[in-house]
């Protein structure tokens, strides 16, 4: 009789009370999250409010001066970058973090776990992808990312919106199990912002990923969070079910000294 394929259960991420020090400057206290269960989990503050900060420690780019990050139970603290891409850790940057002289298509296929590997202390950074199967998967994503008539361009000098599209592909080569977008949104025009929210929506619906998603768009995230953590100064301030934290005081307040409604902002 045929097996009926059992879904894999979605990652189990942990942050438990993490507290990141820079000298005098506390950028996180204490902080914790259970991101037990899965879905898109909107990461928003106010400037300042340790939103990075924290997504740097789950990533590996920061070494927490306490606290834990575990994934399915076991620490992720320790692991070195690939270490953790291997896990199914994948994550984006605010600022963009592309190879500018290297094509779209080596953007892409850079962030599948072969062209990784690859690329690790190789001088020249050869382009990945010989492979049959991974060429039509780094073609799978440009397409669905509308980045086909890109693929040959070298990302340096294509529109702020195409390289975010870049960005995003390249961390879902990987087929993460824990997808951390650092302001996605961020200088993309208002019909950018609706092909994200569909694009982050469609990743979920297909791969499952826990998403965790930095923003300052509020649109974007009460369209897609089914979830809200907020933070300020460092600490969670509210984390409940979108409906409920949109009308929080506190969150309120913390965003824009009183008022009504997130959807305000
Ligand atoms: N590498 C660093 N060295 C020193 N201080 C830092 C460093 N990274 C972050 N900080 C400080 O930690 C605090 C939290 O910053 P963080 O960038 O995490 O906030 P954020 O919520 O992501 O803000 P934004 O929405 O503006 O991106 C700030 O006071 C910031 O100046």
Redesign the pocket.
Do not use: C, W
């Given at each position: 009789m045929p097996s009926t394929p059992v879904a894999a259960p979605p990652a189990h991420l942990r942050i438990d009370r993490l507290t990141?020090e820079?000298?005098g400057?506390?950028?996180?206290s204490e902080v914790s999250i259970d991101l037990a269960g899965g879905g898109i989990i909107g990461l928003i503050?106010?400037?300042?409010?340790?939103?990075?900060?924290?997504?740097?420690c789950i990533s590996g780019f920061?070494r927490p001066t306490s606290g834990d990050v575990t994934l399915d139970g076991r620490s992720v603290l320790d692991m070195r970058r690939h270490q953790l891409a291997g896990q199914g850790i994948a994550r984006t940057f605010?600022n963009l973090a592309l190879f500018g002289e290297m094509s779209v298509y080596d953007n892409v296929a850079a962030g599948a776990p072969r062209g990784r590997r690859r690329l690790r202390g190789v001088p020249g950074l050869r382009p990945p992808g010989t492979g049959a199967a991974e060429r039509d998967a780094v073609w799978a994503m440009l397409e669905r990312f509308d980045l086909v008539q890109h693929a040959r361009h070298p990302a340096h000098g294509l529109p702020f919106g195409t390289l975010k599209r870049v960005e995003f592909a390249r961390a879902l080569m990987a087929r993460p199990r824990v997808l951390l977008l650092?302001?996605p949104a961020g200088g993309l025009t208002h019909t950018e912002v609706d092909e994200l929210g569909g694009l982050i929506t469609d990743v979920v619906r297909d791969l499952a990923p826990v998403v965790l998603l930095?923003e300052?768009h509020m649109g974007l995230i009460l369209s897609v969070c089914s979830r809200i953590v907020v933070?300020d100064s460092?600490r969670t301030i509210a984390d409940g079910p979108t409906e409920q934290v949109r009308h929080d005081p506190a969150v309120i307040s913390a965003y824009l000294g009183g008022g009504a409604d997130l959807a305000a902002r």
């Open positions: 990141l820079f000298g400057v506390r950028a996180l503050g106010p400037n300042g409010a340790g939103k990075t900060s924290l997504l740097n920061y605010q650092d302001e930095i300052h933070m460092g």
